[in-house]
């Protein structure tokens, strides 16, 4: 028997009716602060208490209905409770929820759409392994796997990355806030420049960056006083997301993928927040034309939010023994069956397409608000993963303030944004990958309307 939804107004424009947070959200985001750990992070800065949500929006307890490109970190591919992706989950839900790894028909089906995705030549080249349901597990599993197909201990990894919360997850990322107090880290992790053309360490122009940092990279590790072993493998973001929507160029990628295969060093390019159609391609390593070794994905592959995460490897990695990487949740049915359901319809329906374009659009508002705006430093993204750097118009300097003060400018106007880069300066847009044209260009208003506000 199908689950009755019980039916409300649908939730179509972003209205705000009071003071935030109002009156209710207030009630529980107080409860919460007494209640739950001093580490929680979104609704310090987005005081709401979400009461529901459809599609691009979400409304909270005191009836205030906001554009939500915060998609649950990216995760909410097709939006908020896509039909065909809930109806997927209800049919799956009374025959098995929870299936550790044995093989069922759902989890087969899942395993035959991610790996049909891939590109012809590494499709048949690569495993499947299912982590427990975070990207930071399948990072820990994607850096152990590397390391016992190596035998080598140490990892390169990118300034400015983020590949998760756990001690080997963090180890790896360049979140100094996150690190400095938790002692002893992952030993022998080395981070190299990554090129992020407007705060580049290595000095030179925008066209030359990636091959300034690449350069540095390949030196270090040829040089026999670089201090650097080598590695068991080399962890990259296509875009980095949390350290503020910056897309790799070409170049660099490619070099890099160069690099690692003379050396005979695992690749892992870490797509949990690029994966799924995010940038416009279901992963953004293929606009590239590279074939990493291990691939990262979570986040968005759940469909509707169901927790799940994999690695896909080359088969040659797959020395590690029985139960070398284990977890309780590694066979969330209902996860399988929203991902197939999701990932069928973002085919069917031309999605990516939509996030090609749309993206492209989204781009070129923002670039009119650099262009307008002495205090948007610049633009960027890739697809539907958009930033929109702020910065002190006198010194250039990453304007964090300014993030926080349009996050909430626009957060009053009906628009809920992440933010991220240095000194969360960043503000980021990350929509559902179907969103339409109409509540893009709804949201681009509010965002033009929270930047003169703030900065006008
Ligand atoms: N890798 C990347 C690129 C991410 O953006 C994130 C989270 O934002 C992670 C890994 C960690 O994923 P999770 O928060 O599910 O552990």
Redesign the pocket.
């Given at each position: 028997m199908m689950l009755q939804v019980p039916s409300e107004a649908p939730l179509a424009e972003p209205v705000v009716r009071t003071r935030l947070p109002g009156p209710e959200s207030a009630r529980l985001l107080d409860r919460q602060a007494r209640r739950e750990s001093n580490a929680r992070t979104y609704p310090r800065r987005l005081p709401i208490a979400v009461r529901r949500a459809e599609g691009s929006f979400v409304e909270d307890l005191d009836g205030n209905v906001f554009i939500d490109f915060l998609t649950g970190?990216?995760v909410l591919s097709l939006g908020h409770g896509h039909p065909e992706v809930m109806a997927s989950v209800q049919r799956q839900l009374p025959l098995l929820a929870h299936g550790l790894d044995f093989p069922t028909e759902i989890k087969d089906e899942f395993v035959e759409f991610q790996l049909s995705r891939l590109p012809a030549g590494m499709r048949e080249q690569t495993k499947i392994h299912f982590c427990g349901p975070?990207?930071?597990?399948?990072?820990d599993a994607a850096l152990k796997l590397c390391k016992t197909a190596t035998g080598r201990a140490e990892v390169v990894a990118f300034q400015g990355?983020?590949?998760?919360?756990?001690h080997s997850?963090m180890s790896v990322s360049g979140l100094v806030s996150q690190r400095a107090r938790v002692a002893n880290t992952m030993p022998g992790v080395h981070f190299f420049p990554y090129p992020y053309a407007l705060r580049c360490p290595l000095p030179g122009d925008r066209e030359t960056v990636g091959r300034r940092c690449l350069e540095y990279l390949e030196r270090s590790l040829a040089d026999p006083l670089g201090g650097v072993c080598l590695p068991a493998a080399v962890i990259l973001?296509m875009v980095?997301?949390?350290g503020g929507v910056i897309p790799a160029p070409t170049d660099f990628v490619q070099g890099v993928r160069r690099l690692t295969r003379d050396l005979g060093i695992p690749l892992i390019v870490?797509?949990?927040?690029?994966g799924c159609g995010r940038t416009g391609t279901w992963f953004a390593f293929e606009q590239h034309g590279i074939v990493p070794d291990v691939v990262?994905a979570?986040?968005a592959l759940g469909g509707m939010g169901m927790p799940i995460?994999i690695i896909l490897y080359n088969r040659d990695l797959d020395v590690w023994q029985p139960g070398a990487h284990t977890g309780t949740f590694r066979g969330n049915q209902l996860a399988f069956a929203a991902g197939v359901a999701a990932g069928r319809i973002i085919e069917r329906d031309g999605i990516l397409e939509n996030v090609r374009t749309l993206g492209a659009h989204a781009l070129s508002e923002l670039e009119r608000l650099v262009q307008d705006y002495a205090a948007a430093g610049e633009a960027r993204g890739s697809g539907l993963m958009l930033g929109l750097e702020l910065v002190d118009p006198a010194t250039g300097a990453p304007a964090g303030d300014a993030g926080i003060a349009v996050q909430r400018a626009v957060l009053e106007r009906g628009l809920i944004v992440e933010l991220g880069g240095r000194q969360d300066a960043v503000v980021r847009l990350l929509p559902p990958l179907n969103v339409s044209r109409g509540t893009l260009d709804r949201a681009l208003a509010i965002l033009r309307d929270g930047l003169a506000a703030v900065a006008g």
């Open positions: 970190a990216g975070a990207g930071a597990n399948a990072v990355g983020f590949h998760g919360s756990t997850a973001e980095q997301g949390e870490d797509e949990v927040q690029t990262v979570s986040k995460a």
